[in-house]
């Protein structure tokens, strides 16, 4: 069983920046995935990393970077020029070499304008 714990959420301005981590306790991770979900929406994916392929959202290009760290299994979203919009819970993905997939518990991000 792999447990993914977040964290690095909180309440920020607009324009600023924020980093959320998440750690894995296992291994054997293929995609680690952020997703969010703003109150009222359906759930978004954010960004995916795969081995040295990112993907990103076309509402956060340009201004989120995601990062992996295999030897700590931890993902990181750098989130850059923050707007209200960005408002969420945020979620770590990560589907394994046994196709198994886990969530985290979720972080919630709050921009203010």
């Known amino acids: 069983q792999l447990q993914l714990v977040e964290s690095g959420g909180g309440l920020f301005q607009a324009g600023g920046s924020l980093s959320l981590s998440c750690a894995a306790s296992g291994s054997s991770i293929i995609t680690m995935r952020w997703y969010r979900r703003a109150p009222g929406n359906q759930r978004e994916l954010v960004a995916t990393?795969?081995?040295?392929?990112?993907k990103y959202a076309d509402s956060v290009k340009g201004r989120f970077t995601i990062s992996r760290d295999d030897a700590k299994s931890t993902v990181t979203l750098q989130m850059n020029s923050l707007k209200p919009e960005d408002t969420a819970v945020y979620y770590c993905?990560?589907?394994?070499?046994?196709?198994?997939?886990?969530w985290g518990q979720g972080t919630q991000v709050t921009v203010s304008s």
């Open positions: 990393i795969t081995s040295g392929t990112k």
């Open positions: 993905h990560v589907l394994t070499r046994r196709a198994l997939v886990y």
